[in-house]
């Protein structure tokens, strides 16, 4: 299973991105689906996750100006992010906790997206 991330450039801040995650199959069920970004030197940090029954939870920094979403149809997550800041400038990464099959579970990472916000 891969994940396709995409979305990440070079924006000016207060400006908007909108990044997209895609799985390279079908499951038997998608369970919780994340964000994860990691900066220069810094460890890599929760974003935003989505449980299956849509609940979501976001990191403080990005409350408010963050959005997670998903389409499970089209075994998809977005991030869309608005009113972007410089400190919001690192590799983004999806994450999958899923159940290919009723009897098996996966936990994938995507290859990671760039964002760098321009002050």
């Known amino acids: 299973v891969q994940l396709q991330a995409s979305g990440g450039g070079l924006v000016q801040a207060g400006g908007s991105l909108r990044l997209s995650c895609v799985a390279s199959?079908?499951?038997?069920?998608?369970?919780?689906l994340g964000w994860f970004r990691q900066a220069p030197g810094k460890e890599r940090e929760l974003v935003a996750s989505?449980?299956?029954?849509?609940?979501?939870k976001y990191a403080n920094s990005v409350q408010g100006r963050f959005t997670i979403s998903r389409d499970d149809a089209e075994h998809t997550v977005y991030l869309q992010m608005n009113s972007l800041k410089p400190e919001d400038t690192a590799v983004y990464y999806c994450?999958?906790?899923?159940?290919?099959?009723?009897?098996?579970?996966?936990?994938?990472w995507g290859q990671g997206t760039q964002v760098t916000v321009s002050s």
């Open positions: 994450n999958l906790n899923a159940k290919p099959s009723i009897d098996a579970r996966i936990h994938v």
């Open positions: 989505i449980t299956s029954g849509g609940s979501t």
């Open positions: 199959r079908r499951f038997y069920r998608i369970d919780n």
